[in-house]
């Protein structure tokens, strides 16, 4: 049974960069059933999807944060990575990390769509001097 | 983006009550809908996809209908531990939005 878990730094400065791994056990992110994503939630508030990746590589951002944000995967070690720049208090949240599944009748044509259905347990992360 | 107008936002019932959370989509995004359930401190987890299907391990007191840009997730027979917030989520095109959340508190 997959498990995902996020690591990294719990405080982070303002301006500086938000770097997290999320380490997945009992799957592996090399397969191409898959994509992984990033979700955060802020104190008190609803859940924001920050963006996702393929194994190949191949990433999809929220325009929200597009600028800032940086998703990349290394296969070697079975992990995923967030990177987020230039942060300010805003970006004070729990993090979470996901898999996306395909769902099996949710195509059209040749397109499938897939839904997120494991959750790391999340990590929290505050930007703060 | 395709904003999502979740309601109530806050639901009071008791144990045993039959409840109702409606998701409302700016625009048609077929079935591709899922619903979560987060506990205080705790990630959100899967109950439905697709608008209808259970996830595997789900009671089925839960079910989800809906298509295009109306949606609602019922708990047919209110449990303790139903009460949580409750999320819609859309995975028709990106980015992926969420509804705001509607707490289900206990009466």
């Known amino acids: 049974q997959v498990q995902l878990q996020e690591s990294g730094p719990g405080l982070v400065k303002p301006s500086e960069t938000l770097s997290l791994t999320c380490t997945v056990s009992?799957?592996?992110?090399?397969?191409?059933?898959?994509?992984w994503s990033w979700i955060r939630q802020p104190p008190g508030k609803g859940l924001e999807w920050i963006g996702y990746?393929?194994?190949?590589?191949?990433?999809n951002y929220n325009p929200s944060l597009k600028s800032r944000v940086t998703i990349s995967v290394d296969t070697s070690k079975n992990q995923f990575s967030l990177k987020l720049s230039s942060v300010t208090a805003a970006d004070t949240a729990v993090y979470y990390c996901?898999?996306?599944?395909?769902?099996?009748?949710?195509?059209?044509?040749?397109?499938?769509?897939?839904?997120?259905?494991?959750w790391g347990k999340g990590t929290t992360v505050t930007v703060s001097s | 983006a395709i904003w999502m107008t979740q309601s109530p936002s806050l639901l009071s019932a008791s144990t045993g009550d039959r409840v109702t959370i409606s998701c409302r989509m700016s625009?048609?995004?077929?079935?591709?809908l899922a619903w979560y359930q987060q506990k205080p401190g705790k990630a959100p987890e899967l109950l439905i996809y697709?608008?209808?299907t259970l996830q595997s391990g789900v009671p089925s007191r839960f079910s989800g209908s809906g298509s295009g840009t109306d949606f609602t997730l019922t708990i047919s027979c209110l449990q303790s531990e139903d009460f949580a917030t409750y999320y819609c989520?859309?995975?028709?095109?990106?980015?992926?939005?969420f509804g705001q959340g509607t707490k289900v508190e206990i009466k």
């Open positions: 990746i393929y194994y190949s590589g191949s990433t």
């Open positions: 989520q859309q995975y028709y095109s990106f980015p992926r939005t």
């Open positions: 996901a898999r996306d599944v395909r769902c099996p009748w949710c195509v059209q044509g040749t397109y499938y769509y897939y839904y997120m259905d494991v």
């Open positions: 009992g799957g592996s992110v090399s397969s191409g059933s898959y994509y």
């Open positions: 625009q048609g995004i077929s079935s591709y």
């Open positions: 697709a608008a209808s």
